[in-house]
């Protein structure tokens, strides 16, 4: 009898597991509402990376900052869906085409991964680009007890010797993967490309002496800057940088106006959402910005801020994207 | 060394303080808890609960989070010896030995013996943490890539001892761990493997549904499958059975003292952490204990040495993050970014501009290392009773976790799917007589071995003498050679004198 029991428990589970995943909730059917356009329940505010990251810092920022400042009368509630280098999170973005409710923690990375990394779909077929609100600016970084002291003497070092530098850095088929095909091709300083699992790892081998230059963003490495381990020599910015980075000259200052790369984040939501929640969210991105909340993360990590708002910020990815995609295309046919 | 013990007597009179203690106690039950629920760990524990430490004192918050990252080492076992369900990944070793140990009826001794290594290793690598944390930080730098790849080859020329009886099924369950570590996006050009079209597979199969699935799972389909009589409920248990006898110490402590060590020593090196350190040291304690060869069957050493070792890698991992403010592990690295929400700067100047923040945590640790050991010793009777429940009743309960818990990694029904299918998969295998231990083992060491090996040649184009560039590669060379022949000497000799 027992055996009976327990047998049939385990099926009803199975068969409740199994048909979990299918329902899904729809689009709800929104209230008439008068006026602009409001949320009515909670905010699935999904990060495409696993707890910890960037990504993931960003978007519990912006949800904390949004409740301490009552900007929105609904919760956000941070959902790490992590997998395939972000793919995971943007396919779901994907499924859930035009549901209000669903946003995405937006960073350029996995923009450029949608079009170089052999995804199915590019950025701009699962998410819309609602606002940007920050740029994550990218630098050099060399050891302070090595050779290399500035960008000159280390492009000039990579320049006559082709092959023998080695250049720290996260996964390839990313932004960081773009700096360095930049470097080749307009500096001319052919460096071996090390590739790491995350930008911080490639910091480590940099403290070690295991690689000769590592590619790192300020909230990276401003530990090692100020305690004088590290030397940022660089930035791929368009102008310098504040603080212990201001010595870092711009690759324009150096002749070479074609290096620029900034990486940036912001607010995406799914395809077709309406029209009433896209301009809700585009508006609620600048009143983000000027929370104290907000702005102590965005200096605590380095991060620039900046506003693009509905249209422009999409229109600003995909331009971006296609230069970025190019210029893979044009390395992968040699 | 000297001038140490004077901060650390310092850090432990800062402690003391109320809400501190309340930290290390809250940090210290929370992590035991989140240890032992399959599916959750360390990572995801300290990410929930760090947004709600920003407003705390740094020092508070940290003892908090810190508490509950080696928490977890002593929660994960539990669930690993009772329902053979690993409640985190470093607890896997765990579960080989101490499910048997269950089977055998000796749960509590089991458990014992899980609680006093975490302890004794936890103890050790506190210690060594104390006395010579930036040194052993300033050594563990020294590994690079070619370093690593020479280690965890090391390792695995030690894969053989796992097998088991029948060499050509452990072999098979090797391939198959390799075959599953091959999946996904790999490690060096960013290249799709094996992936079917499936986003969910593009980062390569998630561990945590994996070892659910095949633990956890693949049990259920054993126990509803199960004829005749409950054997579970027929065991009887006595607590006095949980006091291990000074024999059994006495065999243990080498033991708990090798592997704190080692745990430690891997702890320290870069992107190697709990997980890692119990892999590592299981097989290496198979390979030079008296009794390795019954390793797997249920005996106390095959649960001491994961257990002080994860325990060791949880307190050394914190040598690379307070030295130079770089992460040791993944948790670790979650912490890095909590310091900076606490408004500190992580980084080489931490130990000299903040000893009030870096001495009174290290002094935690000592506190928090014993409340642990209080709080899981008490719960030795109250968890026990899940060995005496029926199998009617378990069967159903255990689905339900591996349901929750694989959906919980990442929040995606792909991965219960994932994780039944494995459980059905290897239900077969285990009728088969295949082993799990060197599948696991070759999924996890091997891509490693990958990633470091495919490293050292990005840095040179190709050029394979990066792997005799110094005197730690030579060591690791020589060692491999040593281990490789070893077996064949000794059988050689053992032939010799019976020949004589």
Same mark, same amino acid.
């Given at each position: 009898?027992?055996?009976?029991?327990?047998?049939?428990?385990?099926?009803?589970?199975? #068969?409740?597991? #199994?048909?979990?995943?299918?329902?899904?909730?729809?689009?709800?059917? #929104?209230?008439?509402?008068?006026?602009?356009?409001?949320?009515?329940?909670?905010?699935?505010?999904? @990060?495409?990376?696993?707890?910890?990251?960037?990504?993931?810092?960003?978007?519990?920022?912006?949800?904390?900052?949004?409740?301490?400042?009552?900007?929105?009368?609904?919760?956000?509630?941070?959902?790490?869906?992590?997998?395939?280098?972000?793919?995971?999170?943007?396919?779901?973005?994907?499924?859930?085409?035009?549901?209000?409710? #669903?946003?995405?923690?937006?960073?350029?990375?996995?923009?450029?991964?949608?079009?170089?990394?052999?995804?199915?779909?590019?950025?701009?077929?699962?998410?819309?680009?609602?606002?940007?609100?920050?740029?994550?600016?990218?630098?050099?970084?060399?050891?302070?007890?090595?050779? /290399?002291?500035? @960008?000159?003497?280390?492009?000039?070092?990579?320049?006559?010797?082709?092959?023998?530098?080695?250049?720290?850095?996260?996964?390839?088929?990313?932004?960081?993967?773009?700096? /360095?095909?930049?470097?080749?091709?307009?500096?001319?300083?052919?460096?071996?490309?090390?590739?790491?699992?995350?930008?911080?790892?490639?910091?480590?081998?940099?403290?070690?002496?295991?690689?000769?230059?590592?590619?790192?963003?300020?909230?990276?490495?401003?530990?090692?800057?100020?305690?004088?381990?590290?030397?940022?020599?660089?930035?791929?910015?368009?102008?310098?940088?504040?603080?212990?980075?201001?010595?870092?000259?711009?690759?324009?200052? @150096?002749?070479?106006?074609?290096?620029?790369?900034?990486?940036?984040?912001?607010?995406?939501?799914?395809?077709?959402?309406?029209?009433?929640?896209?301009?809700?969210?585009?508006?609620?991105?600048?009143?983000?910005?000027?929370?104290?909340?907000?702005?102590?993360?965005?200096?605590?990590?380095?991060?620039?801020?900046?506003?693009?708002?509905?249209?422009?910020?999409?229109?600003?990815?995909?331009?971006?994207?296609?230069?970025?995609?190019?210029?893979?295309?044009?390395?992968?046919?040699? | 060394?000297?001038?140490?013990?004077?901060?650390?007597?310092?850090?432990?009179?800062?402690?003391?303080?109320?809400?501190?203690?309340?930290?290390?106690?809250?940090?210290?039950?929370?992590?035991?808890?989140?240890?032992?629920?399959?599916?959750?760990?360390?990572?995801?524990?300290?990410?929930?609960?760090?947004?709600?430490?920003?407003?705390?004192?740094?020092?508070?918050?940290?003892?908090?989070?810190?508490?509950?990252?080696?928490?977890?080492?002593?929660?994960?076992?539990?669930?690993?010896?009772?329902?053979?369900?690993?409640?985190?990944?470093?607890?896997? %070793?765990?579960?080989?030995?101490?499910?048997?140990? +269950?089977?055998?009826?000796?749960?509590?001794?089991?458990?014992?013996?899980?609680?006093?290594?975490?302890?004794?290793?936890?103890?050790?690598?506190?210690?060594?943490? +104390?006395?010579?944390?930036?040194?052993?930080?300033?050594?563990?730098?020294?590994?690079?890539?070619?370093?690593?790849?020479?280690?965890?080859?090391?390792?695995?020329?030690?894969?053989?001892?796992?097998?088991?009886?029948?060499?050509?099924?452990?072999?098979?369950?090797?391939?198959?761990?390799?075959?599953?570590?091959?999946?996904?996006?790999?490690?060096?050009?960013?290249?799709?493997?094996?992936?079917?079209?499936?986003?969910?597979?593009?980062?390569?199969?998630?561990?945590?549904?994996?070892?659910?699935?095949?633990?956890?799972?693949?049990?259920?389909?054993?126990?509803?499958?199960?004829?005749?009589?409950?054997?579970?409920?027929?065991?009887?248990?006595?607590?006095?059975?949980?006091?291990?006898?000074?024999?059994?110490?006495?065999?243990?402590?080498?033991?708990?003292?090798?592997?704190?060590?080692?745990?430690?020593?891997?702890?320290?090196?870069?992107?190697?952490?709990? +997980?890692?350190?119990?892999?590592?040291?299981?097989?290496?304690?198979?390979?030079?204990?008296?009794?390795?060869?019954?390793?797997? +069957?249920?005996?106390?050493?095959?649960?001491?040495?994961?257990?002080?070792?994860?325990?060791?890698?949880?307190?050394?991992?914190?040598?690379?993050?307070?030295?130079?403010?770089?992460?040791?592990?993944?948790?670790?690295?979650?912490?890095?970014?909590?310091?900076?929400?606490?408004?500190?700067?992580?980084?080489?100047?931490?130990?000299?501009?903040?000893?009030?923040?870096?001495?009174?945590?290290?002094?935690?640790?000592?506190?928090?290392?014993?409340? %642990?050991?209080?709080? %899981?010793?008490?719960?030795?009777?109250?968890?026990?009773?899940?060995?005496?429940?029926?199998?009617?009743?378990?069967?159903?309960?255990?689905?339900?976790?591996?349901?929750?818990?694989?959906?919980?990694?990442?929040?995606?029904?792909?991965?219960?799917?994932?994780?039944?299918?494995?459980?059905?998969?290897?239900?077969?295998?285990?009728?088969?007589?295949?082993?799990?231990?060197?599948?696991?083992?070759?999924?996890?060491?091997?891509?490693?071995?990958?990633?470091?090996?495919?490293?050292?040649?990005?840095?040179?184009?190709?050029?394979?003498?990066?792997?005799?560039?110094?005197?730690?590669?030579?060591?690791?060379?020589?060692?491999?050679?040593?281990?490789?022949?070893?077996?064949?000497?000794?059988?050689?000799?053992?032939?010799?004198?019976?020949?004589?």
């Amino acid at each position: 009898m027992k055996r009976i029991v327990s047998v049939s428990l385990c099926l009803l589970i199975g #068969v409740f597991t #199994v048909f979990a995943g299918g329902g899904s909730e729809g689009t709800s059917a #929104v209230a008439a509402q008068s006026g602009p356009w409001q949320p009515a329940k909670d905010i699935e505010y999904v @990060i495409p990376a696993s707890p910890g990251g960037g990504s993931d810092l960003w978007a519990r920022a912006c949800a904390n900052a949004i409740t301490a400042n009552k900007l929105s009368p609904v919760t956000w509630v941070p959902m790490n869906r992590a997998g395939g280098a972000s793919a995971v999170g943007y396919n779901y973005m994907l499924s859930q085409k035009g549901n209000d409710y #669903v946003l995405l923690a937006g960073h350029s990375g996995a923009m450029v991964s949608s079009y170089v990394a052999g995804w199915q779909h590019k950025f701009e077929e699962m998410v819309e680009m609602l606002c940007i609100l920050a740029f994550d600016d990218v630098t050099l970084c060399t050891l302070a007890t090595g050779p /290399y002291k500035d @960008i000159r003497s280390l492009l000039k070092a990579a320049q006559d010797k082709p092959g023998t530098l080695r250049f720290g850095s996260d996964q390839r088929l990313n932004s960081s993967q773009y700096a /360095y095909e930049m470097l080749k091709k307009y500096a001319k300083a052919d460096l071996n490309y090390v590739q790491y699992d995350s930008s911080g790892d490639a910091a480590t081998a940099l403290l070690g002496g295991h690689v000769d230059v590592a590619i790192l963003n300020p909230a990276e490495c401003i530990g090692q800057v100020n305690a004088g381990s590290f030397i940022p020599v660089a930035t791929f910015a368009t102008e310098r940088l504040g603080g212990k980075f201001a010595d870092a000259p711009t690759f324009a200052e @150096i002749g070479y106006p074609q290096i620029v790369l900034r990486e940036f984040r912001g607010i995406s939501g799914t395809v077709g959402m309406s029209d009433g929640a896209r301009q809700y969210y585009a508006e609620l991105g600048k009143k983000l910005l000027e929370t104290n909340e907000f702005k102590q993360y965005l200096s605590t990590n380095n991060l620039t801020p900046t506003y693009m708002g509905l249209g422009e910020a999409q229109k600003y990815a995909t331009a971006e994207m296609e230069k970025i995609a190019a210029l893979f295309k044009e390395v992968t046919q040699k | 060394m000297f001038e140490n013990m004077g901060l650390l007597f310092w850090g432990f009179l800062s402690v003391f303080t109320f809400d501190n203690i309340i930290a290390c106690l809250f940090g210290s039950v929370a992590g035991i808890f989140i240890g032992a629920m399959p599916g959750i760990g360390a990572l995801t524990g300290v990410a929930v609960l760090l947004p709600l430490t920003f407003s705390m004192n740094p020092t508070t918050a940290i003892i908090m989070l810190a508490a509950l990252y080696y928490a977890t080492m002593y929660g994960g076992s539990i669930s690993a010896v009772l329902l053979n369900i690993p409640g985190d990944t470093p607890a896997i %070793c765990t579960a080989l030995d101490g499910y048997k140990l +269950t089977q055998k009826g000796v749960p509590g001794k089991a458990l014992t013996t899980c609680f006093m290594s975490s302890f004794l290793g936890g103890t050790i690598g506190i210690v060594i943490l +104390t006395l010579s944390g930036s040194a052993l930080a300033r050594v563990g730098l020294k590994f690079g890539s070619p370093e690593l790849a020479l280690l965890i080859f090391l390792a695995m020329t030690s894969i053989g001892w796992l097998l088991g009886d029948d060499v050509v099924s452990g072999l098979l369950a090797t391939a198959l761990g390799l075959m599953f570590a091959t999946v996904g996006t790999d490690q060096a050009a960013g290249y799709l493997r094996f992936y079917f079209g499936l986003p969910n597979l593009m980062a390569g199969i998630s561990f945590v549904p994996l070892v659910i699935g095949m633990f956890g799972f693949s049990q259920v389909i054993e126990l509803i499958t199960q004829r005749g009589s409950d054997e579970r409920a027929k065991i009887k248990i006595k607590l006095r059975d949980m006091f291990l006898t000074w024999t059994e110490i006495k065999r243990l402590l080498p033991v708990q003292l090798r592997n704190g060590l080692m745990g430690t020593f891997v702890g320290v090196m870069p992107g190697a952490g709990g +997980t890692s350190a119990s892999f590592i040291s299981y097989i290496f304690e198979r390979r030079i204990n008296k009794i390795g060869d019954k390793f797997g +069957t249920g005996v106390i050493e095959g649960c001491a040495a994961p257990e002080s070792a994860n325990n060791a890698a949880a307190a050394g991992a914190f040598a690379p993050l307070l030295t130079f403010g770089i992460p040791g592990s993944s948790t670790t690295a979650l912490l890095l970014g909590g310091l900076m929400m606490w408004g500190l700067q992580p980084g080489p100047l931490l130990f000299t501009e903040k000893p009030d923040f870096v001495w009174p945590l290290i002094a935690s640790f000592y506190l928090g290392n014993i409340i %642990c050991l209080i709080v %899981c010793f008490a719960s030795i009777p109250l968890v026990m009773r899940a060995v005496s429940v029926s199998n009617a009743i378990l069967a159903p309960v255990i689905f339900a976790i591996c349901v929750v818990a694989a959906y919980t990694t990442n929040n995606s029904m792909f991965d219960v799917f994932f994780m039944m299918g494995v459980g059905g998969f290897s239900y077969f295998l285990r009728l088969s007589k295949v082993p799990a231990a060197p599948l696991l083992l070759a999924f996890v060491l091997s891509p490693m071995l990958e990633k470091y090996v495919r490293q050292s040649f990005d840095m040179t184009r190709g050029d394979p003498s990066i792997f005799i560039r110094n005197g730690i590669c030579w060591t690791f060379i020589v060692l491999i050679f040593i281990f490789c022949i070893s077996p064949l000497i000794v059988k050689r000799i053992k032939a010799a004198k019976k020949t004589s």
